[in-house]
């Protein structure tokens, strides 16, 4: 499965961006998708996943009540809604695929990072 990941930019401190990331084969109903991020000299952070058949949702901490996941099954493609964007949420923001039930993975597909600047 490639993963394709865009909608990353610049925006101001409180603003929203909306990820998407679309797959380039079926997304079977097992797998889970996911978005992490990675800011310069972090480590990678789970930022959100959603159970491809169900839709059960999972957030990081970092993220609860301001970021949305869905999921088109229709278009194979997975959103992240970003609202009240903080410069903590700068970073390299990645979509994932995972085959376990644990939504901590491990993740084994990835797609490339597109960036997100949130500037005061």
């Known amino acids: 499965v490639q993963l394709q990941a865009s909608g990353g930019g610049l925006v101001q401190t409180g603003g929203s961006l909306r990820l998407s990331c679309v797959a380039s084969a079926r997304i079977f109903s097992s797998y889970l998708m996911g978005w992490f991020r990675q800011a310069p000299g972090k480590e990678r952070e789970f930022v959100a996943a959603?159970?491809?058949?169900?839709?059960?949702?999972y957030y990081g901490d970092s993220v609860k009540g301001r970021f949305t996941i869905s999921r088109d099954r229709a278009e194979n493609t997975v959103y992240l809604q970003m609202n009240s964007l903080t410069s903590e949420d700068t970073a390299d923001y990645y979509c994932a695929a995972s085959t376990q039930v644990d939504f901590t993975g491990p993740y084994v597909y990835w797609g490339q990072g597109t960036q997100v600047t949130v500037s005061s």
């Open positions: 959603i159970r491809w058949s169900s839709g059960r949702i």
